[in-house]
């Protein structure tokens, strides 16, 4: 079974940083599509950034774009983000997800991830 395990939030004021890591376990295959997402009390699951296995190819979305880093450690199956210049608004759980099959123009949409890891919070306050 694929497994996701998220790692690394806490509780940062506004202007500093945070890494969370997503550990991935389970994998046969050799090209998937790993995504971080964030939601918050009453709101859509939103996606922040993708990274996918074969090329490398990177997304983010608009709003932590120049701020956020998506990376990956092949050796340790593990992918990062690093979040530089946290405002209060990235306030979030944020989730890790995982699938094989996801085409480019899909990665944000939360529905087409087959593989979920528990959330890690992230609160930034002012």
């Known amino acids: 079974d694929v497994q996701l395990q998220a790692s690394g939030g806490g509780s940062v004021q506004a202007g500093w940083s945070l890494r969370v890591s997503c550990t991935v376990s389970?994998?046969?295959?050799?090209?998937?599509?790993i995504g971080w997402f964030r939601q918050v009390p009453g709101k859509e699951r939103e996606a922040v950034s993708c990274i996918r296995t074969s090329g490398g190819r990177i997304w983010y979305a608009d709003s932590v774009k120049g701020r956020f880093t998506i990376s990956r450690d092949y050796a340790k199956n593990t992918v990062y983000l690093v979040m530089d210049s946290l405002r209060p608004e990235d306030t979030a759980v944020y989730y890790c997800?995982?699938?094989?099959?996801?085409?480019?123009?899909?990665?944000?949409?939360?529905?087409?991830?087959?593989?979920w890891g528990q959330g890690t919070l992230v609160t930034v306050s002012s």
């Open positions: 997800a995982a699938d094989p099959s996801i085409i480019l123009s899909s990665v944000r949409v939360s529905q087409q991830y087959a593989y």
């Open positions: 389970g994998v046969t295959r050799d090209e998937y599509t």
